[in-house]
């Protein structure tokens, strides 16, 4: 059974750079078949995709255009986990944050993307 | 305004069946898998469909999913007080090259 644990502040300062990270257990960081993926919920905005992190022979990083200039997320396979850094945050980056799994096999070896395991999500708020 | 808009609400009373659409383009429903996201306040997301109308184990059969084209629908029948939550379509987009979410619909048990 995979799970996801996040930590992190849930306050941050603007112009400060929100940072959370998201521990794996029963699956790896550095997985060939799952990409490992944070999203946010904000009532004004709804889901939000932020971007993510996987392994195929090398690292991959994909990002979310509204955030690309701002965003790093980086695996950490020593730990077994991986990390969220937004710079420059504005109260618009006030929202829970959510890692994720996303998977791309089923059980029945056919190719079907999809968040499959998620965190418990960290509200973060950003405010002087 | 999102890349896939949904309706923002919908309502139906116990017993009954509703469906939420979800509207996207060539670059994403259009090429792509849809899934969908239950979401209860307070609570992560929770898959409910994914690759248009497969169920992960320990989702009852009363929701289903479907696609046309460029667009896509989640129908629950049997409406029950617990279905009461927002519900999220995703695909991914080719263009954009990321995951792109519905804007979500609030669904109302009456």
């Known amino acids: 059974q995979v799970q996801l644990q996040q930590s992190g502040p849930g306050l941050v300062k603007p112009s400060q750079t929100l940072s959370l990270t998201c521990a794996i257990s029963?699956?790896?960081?550095?997985?060939?078949?799952?990409?490992w993926n944070w999203i946010r919920q904000s009532p004004s905005r709804g889901l939000e995709w932020l971007g993510r992190?996987?392994?195929?022979?090398?690292?991959?990083?994909d990002y979310a255009v509204s955030v690309k200039s701002r965003i790093t997320i980086n695996p950490d396979t020593s730990k077994n986990q991986f990390s969220l850094q937004l710079n420059s945050v504005t109260p618009e980056d006030t929202a829970v944050y959510y890692c994720?799994?996303?998977?791309?096999?089923?059980?029945?070896?056919?190719?079907?993307?999809?968040?499959?395991?998620w965190g418990q999500g960290t509200p973060v708020t950003v405010s002087s | 305004q999102s890349v896939l808009p949904q309706p923002p609400s919908a309502s139906g009373t116990p017993g009954q069946r509703v469906t939420i659409s979800c509207s996207g383009s060539?670059?994403?429903?259009?090429?792509?898998?849809v899934n969908w996201y239950q979401h209860l306040p307070g609570t992560a997301p929770k898959l409910l469909i994914y690759?248009?109308?497969q169920r992960p184990s320990g989702v009852p059969d009363r929701f289903s999913g479907s696609k046309s084209g460029t667009s896509a629908s989640l129908a629950i029948s049997g409406l029950q007080s617990e279905d009461e939550a927002d519900y999220y379509c995703?695909?991914?987009?080719?263009?954009?090259?990321?995951?792109?979410f519905g804007g979500g619909t609030k669904l109302t048990v009456l």
């Open positions: 994720a799994r996303g998977a791309d096999y089923d059980s029945s070896g056919y190719y079907r993307p999809r968040f499959d395991y």
């Open positions: 029963g699956d790896s960081v550095s997985s060939n078949s799952a990409a």
């Open positions: 992190t996987y392994y195929r022979s090398k690292w991959y990083n």
């Open positions: 060539s670059s994403n429903i259009g090429s792509n898998t």
């Open positions: 690759s248009n109308n």
């Open positions: 995703a695909a991914w987009d080719d263009s954009l090259n990321g995951w792109v």
